[in-house]
């Protein structure tokens, strides 16, 4: 391997201004926590990036791992060499003979150290001729070049760039606030966890069951789920609700068109009691406007009175084809697809009410005991931590 250093570099970072400091602090944070497992890095940040000096490491899994980062806009390869043309040219022309596959190439240098006495254009010049009298294999193409040599010259050294790996972008998991994920075993709701987590949200999840009537393989879907957004949001603690009570009371007081409605409306005041317990500022879903019954403006409103707290719907304005594909480049959709039930498919009525009235679901809530409902069901949640080396579980963390 000729590359001894990996540089990140931020994107919406950068512009953060004053509190650009905040942000790459927490970027560096996560990167070391994904790369614990690596303990010859050296990995140290810089005002406009992160280096990570590999000692041996293996590059290839380094960089899939860091591709995942949220806040890393791209990744490259590099080797450092003095600050004199002769070193220069010779790392340039050792990355291009080592990149076999590339057949075409150009020079990028800058001076960040407009002390050296080349300028950047002049570098351009000299270090493409230099590799093209060295290494037959390449011809120049300026503008879709298979490799790119960047050439950054600094005030104590020279960078050399060769490949470049693309980040997930965003913003670094830790710098949003906490939002309470309602997480089924369906498609929707992981892409949601993952949109937030982009947008430096961190991520806890709530998961209603209803046994004996979801099955176990519908709560190992969750948890398979959960495993999966861990790779992009970090440590997720996932809050299991026992639900199977306040379904059965709905299905024996609320007409069958509104039980859809008044279900949704104790889950978001369930999940609201869990938010206040785990500070989570906001409660999110994975609903898309006009997808199902409960998912109409009519619906999203009435269930939206009867909680306090944000309801974030980052899913609101796709369609399913857009949604299936992102599931799909996460690795969830295989999961998801699963042929289990989860809570709201089992007692779904023939014809659920698409236009609800807050009024009409308020007189139905009077037939049902609401407050015991939600406080036995909080009582009653199990919660499981996925995070750190192993999975802990945690059945006092409510209480």
Same mark, same amino acid.
């Given at each position: 391997?000729?590359?001894?250093?990996?540089?990140?570099?931020?994107?919406?970072?950068?512009?953060?201004?004053?509190?650009?400091?905040?942000?790459?602090?927490?970027?560096?944070?996560?990167?070391?926590?994904?790369?614990?497992?690596?303990?010859?890095?050296?990995?140290?940040?810089?005002?406009?990036?992160?280096?990570?000096?590999?000692?041996?490491?293996?590059?290839?899994?380094?960089?899939?791992?860091?591709?995942?980062?949220?806040?890393?806009?791209?990744? +490259?390869?590099?080797?450092?060499?003095?600050?004199?043309?002769?070193?220069?040219?010779?790392?340039?022309?050792?990355?291009?003979?080592?990149e076999t596959e590339a057949k075409t190439f150009k020079i990028a240098a800058r001076r960040k150290d407009k002390r050296f006495p080349i300028r950047g254009s002049e570098l351009n010049q000299d270090l493409g001729a230099w590799v093209l009298k060295h290494?037959?294999?390449?011809?120049?193409?300026?503008?879709?070049?298979?490799?790119?040599?960047?050439?950054?010259?600094?005030?104590?050294?020279?960078?050399?760039?060769?490949?470049?790996?693309?980040?997930?972008?965003?913003?670094?998991?830790?710098?949003?606030?906490?939002?309470?994920?309602?997480?089924?075993?369906?498609?929707?709701?992981?892409?949601?966890?993952?949109?937030?987590?982009? %947008?430096?949200?961190?991520?806890?999840?709530?998961?209603?069951?209803?046994?004996?009537?979801? +099955?176990? %393989?519908?709560?190992?879907?969750?948890?398979?789920?959960?495993?999966?957004?861990?790779?992009?949001?970090?440590?997720?603690?996932?809050?299991?609700?026992?639900?199977?009570?306040?379904?059965?009371?709905?299905?024996?007081?609320?007409?069958?068109?509104?039980?859809?409605?008044?279900?949704?409306?104790?889950?978001?005041?369930?999940?609201?009691?869990?938010?206040?317990?785990?500070?989570?500022?906001?409660?999110?879903?994975?609903?898309?406007?006009g997808q199902v019954a409960s998912q109409t403006l009519e619906s999203m409103n009435a269930i939206n009175q009867v909680t306090d707290l944000p309801v974030l719907r980052p899913l609101v304005a796709m369609d399913k084809l857009d949604i299936s594909r992102?599931?799909?480049?996460?690795?969830?959709?295989?999961? +998801?697809?699963r042929p289990y039930e989860d809570c709201c498919t089992i007692f779904l009525p023939k014809a659920p009410r698409t236009r609800p009235d807050r009024k009409h679901a308020e007189r139905f809530e009077h037939f049902l005991d609401i407050d015991a409902l939600?406080?036995?069901?909080?009582?009653?949640?199990?919660?499981?931590?996925?995070?750190?080396?192993?999975?802990?579980?945690?059945?006092?963390?409510?209480?």
């Open positions: 391997m000729i590359y001894d250093y990996l540089v990140i570099r931020f994107g919406e970072i950068a512009i953060k201004g004053k509190n650009k400091k905040r942000f790459v602090e927490k970027l560096e944070d996560n990167v070391r926590e994904k790369l614990r497992d690596f303990p010859g890095l050296q990995i140290k940040r810089h005002y406009d990036d992160i280096e990570i000096r590999l000692n041996g490491e293996d590059q290839d899994r380094i960089v899939r791992i860091l591709e995942k980062v949220f806040g890393i806009h791209n990744i +490259s390869s590099a080797v450092k060499v003095g600050k004199n043309l002769e070193s220069i040219r010779e790392g340039v022309l050792e990355i291009a003979r080592a290494c037959e294999r390449l011809d120049v193409d300026v503008h879709h070049p298979d490799l790119t040599l960047r050439v950054e010259v600094g005030d104590h050294e020279t960078r050399i760039y060769g490949r470049e790996y693309p980040g997930a972008g965003g913003l670094p998991v830790g710098t949003g606030g906490k939002i309470l994920l309602m997480l089924s075993g369906g498609i929707d709701s992981p892409v949601a966890g993952y949109l937030l987590a982009r %947008r430096g949200a961190s991520i806890e999840a709530v998961h209603f069951e209803s046994p004996p009537y979801t +099955s176990d %393989r519908a709560k190992q879907k969750v948890v398979d789920i959960v495993k999966k957004l861990r790779f992009y949001a970090g440590d997720i603690k996932l809050h299991l609700v026992p639900f199977t009570q306040t379904q059965l009371a709905i299905r024996e007081n609320v007409p069958e068109d509104y039980r859809v409605t008044i279900m949704r409306r104790l889950m978001f005041r369930i999940s609201e009691k869990i938010a206040a317990r785990t500070d989570a500022l906001a409660i999110a879903t994975g609903e898309s406007l992102i599931a799909k480049e996460i690795d969830t959709y295989d999961i +998801s697809i939600v406080d036995e069901a909080v009582r009653a949640t199990e919660t499981v931590i996925f995070g750190g080396r192993e999975e802990r579980n945690a059945f006092s963390d409510l209480l």
